[in-house]
């Protein structure tokens, strides 16, 4: 008896790629969905060809690489050029091509707007497919790092900290030279000042922009706090998921908070499938001036409320406890009070440079001699309650999230699921661009992914496959001279076989 052997490494055969890659394999999937879009009408470079040099590679070849890189955490450019060479599905998806590595990073580097396009195409096909409908939508957020360390983040604090430790050097070495002239000393000394006024152009630059901080490698990310209170230099992706199939239909990156995305990210969303109906979002999204917002777009919100500081010292007397009379403007305390207010607006200045609002003010002269005047305030003026410009939006969201609980929780299964997908098992956690507009190409690439993946478990192999294959038809019919642009375009007809045991087949097109 003897251990399983292998065979011979030197044993010749017939063989061909296509009966190496499995017959339902998620490439397949892959290939034939790249094949179906008409890349032309997405604006991709390199599509046109030149008269004379060396031809450039298709760009369904390196979408195809990506979008298969992507699914199977294969997504620096040195990787996915090593996987042209090893990788036998890759080999078979894109017929043993090649491509430099730099001929690989350049395509994801210059074709950010294509990949917004292709994602939003999709997206649009999902609605046909009645996949999406738009009923409920839910919107949350998960950070990546980016290409730029927490050393080269500074704000004003930290340039200060900066500058007056080189002062000090500086006072030093100039003493240093007092005493006794040495070149070594000199050189350090020009060295610092040059340091100096680099940290000064920085803090110049922070005074005219205004935005608290800054990134010298990549200026558009921020120092973003990520979990367990860790801070690094990243984007907070903003993120919308249809309740129907759990399908990600919209994407976007700005603020290092989520105070500001909601009405953003719903219209978004209203740009990519039309109407929205409801929206459930976590308390970070609650803002009185976005509730507003959604409600102008015809949205109905359920985000989950945010407790007063009140609530947390004394529960019983929180502002939810005092009882607002729309008709008489006034509020009643627990100790049935009346609170009135002399009707005049005031600004509340914010700081960070989040816009300003309006609020009015209420109290009493009941509260001078009231026994629950201790549990209630610490003010020597009494109780005031401040209501903002923003509290009647404020109460029917809370109100809706307090007489929905059942359906509020919905919010988890829709949304953040995927990000597990996309940051533990794809490795989503960091991105390989640098600039918004870049890191945005890369996550509607990796969303695209996440969608086709997706319908594999909704649909299966075979029925996916046959609606590819319709879409693809009626492509053709509808746009007879699209392939009449491309020379020597090459199908793969083995995907839609239903023999697979089939060789290999190939139609080329060449209708000029």
């Known amino acids: 008896m003897d251990h399983i052997r292998g065979s011979n490494r030197n044993q010749i055969r017939m063989i061909s790629l296509e009966q190496m890659v499995e017959p339902e394999s998620m490439v397949r999937i892959i290939d034939a969905f790249v094949d179906m879009l008409n890349l032309e009408q997405f604006d991709f470079n390199y599509f046109a060809l030149n008269k004379q040099g060396r031809p450039p590679y298709h760009p369904a070849t390196l979408m195809k690489l990506y979008l ?30 090649k491509p430099h590595y730099k001929t690989i990073a350049d395509f994801r580097k210059d074709n950010s707007k294509a990949f917004k396009a292709v994602f939003r195409y999709f997206v649009a096909l999902l609605k046909d497919w009645k996949l999406i409908d738009g009923k409920t939508i839910a919107i949350d957020s998960f950070k990546i790092r980016a290409q730029n360390s927490l050393k080269n983040n500074f704000n004003e604090k930290k340039v200060k900290r900066h500058i007056d430790y080189i002062d000090k050097k500086i006072a030093e070495y100039e003493q240093a030279l007092d005493q006794e002239f040495d070149e070594t000393i000199k050189d350090k000394l020009e060295h610092n000042h040059h340091k100096k006024e680099n940290y000064q152009n920085i803090q110049k630059h922070l005074k005219e922009t205004g935005d608290g901080q800054i990134s010298t490698t990549d200026p558009d990310s921020k120092a973003v ?21 759990k399908l990600l239909i919209a994407a976007d990156t700005g603020d290092v908070n989520d105070t500001k ?57 929180a502002m939810e406890s005092f ?20 009707g005049k607006w005031y600004n509340k200045n914010l700081k960070n440079g989040r816009k300003s609002y309006q609020v009015k003010h209420y109290k009493t002269k009941a509260c001078n001699g009231c026994q629950l005047r201790s549990e209630c305030t610490t003010n020597k003026h009494g109780r005031l309650i401040e209501r903002t410009e ?43 661009t640098k600039g918004k507009e870049k890191v945005l190409g890369e996550v509607y690439l990796i969303f695209t992914g996440y969608n086709l993946r997706r319908l594999m478990s909704i649909f299966g192999f075979e029925t996916l496959m046959s609606k590819i294959k319709a879409h693809l038809s009626s492509a053709l019919d509808q746009f007879p001279t699209f392939y009449s642009k491309l020379e020597l375009y090459l199908i793969d007809l083995s995907c839609f076989l239903k023999n697979k ?11 000029n």
């Open 390 to 432: 923003f509290q009647q939006y404020i109460t029917r969201n809370n109100d809706r999230v307090h007489q929905n609980p059942d359906y509020y929780r919905q919010r988890q299964q829709i949304i953040e699921h995927q990000f597990g997908t996309l940051k533990r098992q794809w490795h989503f956690d960091y991105t390989l």
């Open 261 to 317: 995305a909601l009405a953003v990210m719903v219209e978004k969303a209203q740009e990519n499938i039309g109407s929205v109906e409801n929206v459930l979002a976590d308390k970070g999204y609650h803002s009185g001036r976005e509730l507003k917002a959604c409600e102008k777009l015809d949205v109905t919100t359920f985000i989950s409320p945010k407790e007063s500081s009140s609530t947390k010292k004394n529960p019983d007397f």
């Open 68 to 97: 298969y890189g992507y699914q199977n955490s294969i997504r620096t450019c040195r990787k996915l050029e090593k996987a042209c060479k090893i990788n036998i599905e890759v080999m078979w998806l894109i017929n043993e091509q």
């Open 323 to 342: 009882k607002y009379n729309k008709q008489e403007d006034t509020y009643t305390c627990p100790a049935e009070q009346i609170l009135h207010t002399n």
């Open 501 to 511: 045991n089939q060789s290999n087949n190939f139609l080329i097109f060449n209708l």
């Open 225 to 245: 706090v990520f979990q367990r209170n860790s801070v690094k230099v990243g984007y907070n992706i903003q993120a919308v998921s249809d309740s129907k199939n």
